[in-house]
């Protein structure tokens, strides 16, 4: 049963959406679509409040434990509710409520969550120009290859670079252009799409057939 | 120990501080470098300007906060281009980490200077989970996937919205993402529905998406902090993507600068390892 059912489930929505790709708006089966459609947005606002209810029985299992690093835990646990409860009160109750400017939801995210998330993100600049000087050799006729190539694309991309590639004769910019972005990129970029998106639809027809079943946590 | 040694084992808190102050330094000191402008911006500006005034377009917020140095300025300058042509502007997110917050201050800033009214003038549908189905059941009704705004306003009170039942009433979509939601832009909507769209990304995830502006899926392309320079410049308002340049330019030389000097004390070092062991 507990394995029957989630893979009738899979079964049918799968089918259903991909029958129903086939018939016109306005029919039964098309309109089936837009259905199952809004089933999911629906299921999956539920699997988002499993995640609050996830992580806080996690966090506070390992306060109750005083695990290691307990106290940062407690901190987890505040910010959540401290952002999740003001946003989902009324605004005609209070200002402060909602997800409105000026609501408590819109000051955490404003100016506690946006700017630790962009200090964050800057920080990679700071580790990746470490990396580069250590990392980044031309050990091989691959890596020199790769170091050439980054080398002209970085220049290319700066305003300082693109005057430096214009002292040399030829559209050197727009050669990269041309050439390595719209040429070897693009055809190795297509190549990963392509293999990419044969992968998905192979997974999901083992997933609608049920062969694939890792997702209730079986091999 | 000889200088190329020592180069190479140099501590890297040198590092951190060279990049540091090559980003500090060109927000003291300007350098107001010149920007030039490449085909795939220019396409995307060409395309926003094609669009007849007064249109329906949308705005998607698809990008972290993480990520809002390169792709803010895309939003601003693209609500800039859009509310200059009197174009009514719908926006929404399918990133739930703040994307209907970031559309929320951004466009509410930007209606203020052009005299724009909330629901007439421009919506923000906010987010919804699972980005296929909002994407999908949007081609046959906004409504059922977004019953009401960001703010709970039921759709059928905001005048815009009941213009917009569907694609089919939309001019233009112009995608700014840091993520893969770009490709199902393409794959769902573009492939679909045929609504033309333009994809504003970060300097990483643009290379991917040179392939879609090739195929004429993607109609231009906006590739990171130098792509949003572009725009701005094209839009004729020069902000934060035009000023980040000198501190981009200076970084970037920086790294170049780094990797030489990294290559040369390895190979010396090499040859100096070499001749001890002869």
Redesign the interface.
């Known amino acids: 049963m507990r394995t029957t059912v989630p893979v009738l489930i899979a079964f049918i929505s799968g089918i259903v959406l991909v029958v129903s790709f086939f018939f016109r708006?306005g029919t039964w089966l098309g309109?089936l679509?837009?259905e199952f459609?809004?089933w999911?947005?629906i299921v999956?606002?539920f699997?988002?409040l499993l995640g609050v209810v996830s992580i806080t029985r996690v966090n506070w299992t390992a306060v109750k434990r005083k695990k290691e690093g307990w106290k940062y835990k407690i901190l987890t646990l505040i910010a959540i509710f401290a952002m999740a409860i003001p946003s989902v009160l009324s605004?005609d109750w209070s200002p402060l409520f909602?997800?409105?400017?000026g609501s408590i939801?819109?000051w955490l995210?404003?100016y506690q969550?946006?700017p630790m998330?962009?200090t964050?993100?800057?920080t990679l600049?700071?580790y990746?120009?470490?990396a580069?000087?250590?990392a980044?050799?031309?050990r091989s006729l691959e890596a020199t290859l790769l170091?050439v190539t980054a080398?002209l694309i970085?220049?290319w991309?700066?305003?300082?670079?693109?005057?430096f590639l214009n002292l040399f004769p030829g559209d050197i910019?727009y050669l990269l252009?041309t050439y390595i972005?719209?040429g070897i990129?693009?055809a190795v970029?297509?190549g990963?799409?392509i293999g990419a998106a044969l992968g998905a639809a192979s997974m999901s027809l083992r997933i609608i057939l049920g062969i694939e079943r890792t997702y209730m946590g079986k091999g | 120990m000889n200088f190329w040694e020592k180069m190479e084992k140099m501590d890297r808190r040198w590092v951190y501080l060279m990049v540091g102050l090559s980003v500090i330094l060109p927000f003291i000191f300007p350098l107001d470098l010149p920007i030039s402008i490449t085909p795939e911006a220019q396409s995307v500006f060409d395309e926003v300007e094609k669009i007849p005034d007064g249109s329906t377009v949308m705005l998607v917020f698809d990008y972290y906060p993480s990520t809002i140095a390169e792709c803010e300025p895309m939003a601003i300058a693209a609500l800039h281009h859009f509310f200059r042509k009197n174009c009514k502007v719908i926006t929404l997110s399918n990133i739930p980490l703040g994307g209907p917050s970031m559309a929320e201050a951004v466009t509410r800033d930007m209606a203020e200077k052009y005299n724009k009214v909330y629901g007439v003038d421009f919506v923000n549908l906010g987010y919804k989970y699972g980005y296929v189905a909002v994407l999908s059941g949007m081609g046959q009704s906004i409504k059922s996937i977004f019953p009401t705004d960001n703010s709970g306003t039921p759709l059928e009170e905001l005048p815009l919205m009941t213009n917009v039942p569907n694609y089919d009433s939309v001019a233009f979509i112009f995608e700014i993402a840091d993520n893969a939601t770009a490709d199902y832009w393409v794959s769902i909507v573009y492939a679909q529905y045929g609504v033309p769209m333009v994809c504003g990304t970060t300097a990483v995830s643009a290379p991917k998406y040179y392939s879609f502006v090739a195929s004429g899926q993607f109609k231009g392309l906006l590739g990171g902090m130098k792509g949003a320079a572009e725009y701005e410049q094209l839009v004729g308002h020069n902000a934060a993507a035009v000023t980040g340049m000198s501190a981009q330019s200076l970084v970037h030389l920086l790294i170049i600068f780094l990797v030489i000097l990294g290559n040369i004390s390895f190979f010396l070092g090499r040859k100096g390892h070499k001749k001890e062991l002869v």
């Open positions: 708006k309109d679509e837009q459609t809004v999911l947005t999956g606002g699997t988002l605004p909602g997800r409105a400017e939801y819109d995210f404003q969550m946006s998330m962009a964050m993100f800057a600049a700071f990746i120009a470490s580069a000087f250590r980044f050799r031309a170091l080398t970085m220049l991309r700066i305003p300082m670079g693109e005057w910019p252009n972005m719209g990129n693009m970029q297509r990963i799409i």
